[in-house]
């Protein structure tokens, strides 16, 4: 055997070792390329990803920019007026009267003859079918003008010889009371209390109607004793 001829065995197995470490480098090497190929191109998606999902939000934002700016409102607007809340008011006014509370409470339970001594009440009449119910009419000339309303009133559950009360079911709003007080055998006091909601007509004189009413409620407190004197004349007993 010549000397060229003879290879060591370690340098043989350096030469392998070598060969199999290149081999894997270059494996590795593949590897990796491989990986950053994917893991760039994964970027390039999600770029783009953002990049789409920025443009699709742009273009939905000035969309919904562009329809806002397309909405048309009307050319006026109606307001429509509120309704005036309508004031009350409260009259009261008190008498002594020279008859007996029995009489007095008769003759103010007469419905339909209160016109003879309440001046400013033209008319009661009574329904026939429905006796607690009764259609009133006013007519007065008051304010440089002629005053005319009227309205159906409910007679509520009187106290006898203690107090009679309504209250307007349509027509002309209202509600009263009248309440008797005995001061002696033959006299007693009549208390008169009447609400009403004041008109429209009359609302630019409202502050002047209580007064101007006051007034005609004790004048007709006046006229019921004179009638009440003659009515209890007159009345069976």
């Not at 994964?42 to 939905?60: D, E, L, P, Q, V």
Request: net charge positive; charged share 20%; with cysteine.
């Amino acid at each position: 055997m010549s000397a060229t001829s003879a290879i060591p065995a370690s340098t043989t197995m350096s030469a392998a070792a070598t060969s199999a470490s290149a081999s894997s480098s270059a494996h590795i090497l593949r590897l990796n390329h491989k990986q950053l190929i994917v893991s760039l191109h994964g970027r390039r998606k999600s770029i783009s990803a953002s990049s789409s999902s920025f443009f699709s939000t742009y273009r939905f934002n000035s969309s919904i920019s562009r329809s806002s700016r397309r909405i048309s409102y009307p050319s006026s607007i109606r307001i429509r007026p509120l309704s005036p809340v309508m004031e009350w008011q409260d009259v009261t006014v008190k008498m002594e009267v020279d008859v007996p509370i029995s009489v007095a409470y008769k003759c103010y339970s007469d419905r339909e003859a209160i016109p003879e001594w309440m001046p400013f009440i033209s008319t009661v009449k009574i329904l026939e079918d429905k006796p607690d119910l009764s259609r009133w009419s006013l007519k007065y000339e008051a304010f440089g003008q002629n005053i005319e309303y009227s309205w159906l009133a409910r007679n509520m559950q009187p106290t006898p010889n203690q107090k009679i009360h309504w209250r307007s079911l349509e027509g002309l709003p209202n509600r009263g009371a009248v309440r008797f007080f005995p001061k002696g055998p033959s006299s007693c006091i009549i208390e008169l209390t009447v609400s009403y909601e004041v008109p429209q007509l009359l609302v630019p004189v409202a502050s002047a109607l209580k007064p101007f009413l006051e007034n005609l409620l004790a004048e007709g407190l006046e006229r019921s004793a004179t009638f009440a004197k003659s009515y209890s004349a007159d009345t069976p007993k």
